[in-house]
């Protein structure tokens, strides 16, 4: 099974470059992304990966297949509806240039200094509160930890640094300033770059790399085979380095025992790589089996967990409704089953809300909003509908994971982007 994944995500990347389709279409990067990670899962190195339920089979398929057919049913509708349009790159890179033209720079430059200075002061009061750096700290995990929630002041002002750097990419790529600016705009990237990769943390970095993808793909040069594979190789660099400066060899040993991977001890230090990559299905298996097969009765959220942005962050209601009904948190404590590794493929985000309705209704209209998403974004370029898009996207790319629609630094993220292009033509 491991190779017939591969050769579909690597069989449907090769068609999509020869063919000089859109990669990033909704359904494509999924299927692309999807065929991969189960490819490395298929491998099961881990004996505590067990086969997967009926359950887990019937909504993990499902999702997809609602996903995809959500995606396609849009397009064969927007085929419908101009049947004479064709994909043209050369023209959607001018038509977003052109409203590029029409943007206030100066407006945009002023919110990205905010977001820098909201960050830097954020990073200062967390480095007074803490002491540390988790760069150089010997317990680098649990400095990182106390780094990020040292206060309410600097946990939500933190973000700011990886908005900073979305904006600052796109300032690069289609800004208009002056040679002061500029060099303003390289050292503040430099400063806040170098100030987060201190802080050891990946996943904004992840979502800062696709969006920059997409912003390229998109606007200046399309993406051929060797940008995405070495977009790829960073990615797994970025991991690594982490993963080896927070976690500690005897924290290795402890969790190559947990995991009770199957590899030979000279490639144990890999272990880590792919316990990350398989943990989120091997909790959705465990999720499914433990509650949809009927062993336990899982507490329905009924919405309560996409709105989590909401009744975590504004209304400080989830500890309440945790302690009280049970209910779970973005990290799934109650389906982990190695500690440390408690993430979970989307799927068991919607299943724990909607139950299998809801996974099947959610994922179809998932499917439907984002490509019709997307094909607004083809038909009438903009810069703004191309930064959403590259949240849209990393959203997509990351969901197995965590779902980032639950995330408020997410959405916090997409009003920051639709602040700084207020003045750029909006789409029709």
Not at 267 to 296: P, R, T
Not at 335 to 350: C, D, E, I, P, Q
Request: proline letters at 2%; hydrophobic letters at 50%.
């Amino acid at each position: 099974m491991s190779l017939l994944f591969f050769g579909i995500s690597i069989g449907a990347t090769l068609w999509t470059l020869l063919r000089r389709s859109d990669i990033f279409s909704p359904g494509r990067i999924y299927l692309i992304i999807y065929s991969l990670l189960l490819a490395g899962n298929s491998l099961k190195l881990s004996r505590i990966q067990t086969s997967w339920t009926f359950s887990t089979h019937l909504h993990f398929w499902g999702a997809c297949f609602f996903f995809l057919c959500g995606t396609g049913l849009m397009t064969t509708v927007a085929q419908s509806k101009f049947p004479s349009w064709r994909l043209d790159f050369g023209e959607i890179k001018a038509k977003i240039r052109e409203d590029a033209n029409q943007i206030d720079w100066e407006h945009f430059f002023r919110i990205w200094t905010g977001c820098v200075l909201i960050f830097l002061t954020s990073y200062l009061i967390a480095y007074l509160k803490t002491g540390q750096l988790p760069l150089f700290a010997s317990n680098a995990e649990e400095v990182r930890s106390d780094f990020l929630s040292a206060s309410t002041l600097s946990y939500y002002g933190l973000a700011f640094g990886p908005f900073s750097l979305m904006l600052v990419a796109e300032a690069f790529l289609f800004g208009h300033f002056t040679r002061t600016k500029k060099t303003v705009l390289w050292l503040g990237f430099v400063l806040v770059l170098l100030l987060y990769l201190i802080v050891v943390t990946r996943f904004e970095l992840f979502r800062i790399g696709i969006f920059s993808m997409v912003l390229i793909h998109y606007g200046r040069k399309n993406l051929r085979w060797h940008h995405l594979l070495g977009g790829i190789l960073f990615a797994a660099l970025i991991f690594f380095l982490a993963f080896v400066i927070r976690v500690k060899q005897d924290a290795v040993g402890a969790l190559n025992e947990a995991i009770q991977v199957k590899l030979p001890k000279e490639w144990l230090w890999a272990s880590g790589f792919y316990a990350y990559l398989a943990n989120d299905f091997w909790n959705m298996n465990y999720a499914f089996q433990k509650f949809g097969d009927g062993l336990h009765e899982y507490p329905m959220q009924w919405g309560l967990g996409l709105m989590r942005a909401l009744t975590m962050e504004v209304l400080r209601i989830e500890p309440g409704l945790i302690k009280t009904f049970g209910y779970d948190t973005i990290m799934n404590g109650m389906v982990t089953r190695a500690k440390g590794l408690n993430t979970v493929v989307y799927v068991w985000h919607f299943y724990k809300d909607f139950g299998t309705i809801g996974v099947f209704g959610m994922t179809l209209f998932g499917g439907l909003w984002t490509a019709k998403f997307h094909k607004n974004l083809l038909f009438s370029p903009s810069l703004k509908q191309l930064s959403l898009w590259g949240c849209v996207i990393g959203a997509v790319v990351l969901s197995f994971h965590i779902p980032s629609w639950e995330l408020w630094f997410f959405l916090v993220n997409i009003l920051v982007l639709v602040y700084a292009h207020r003045y750029s033509t909006f789409p029709k």
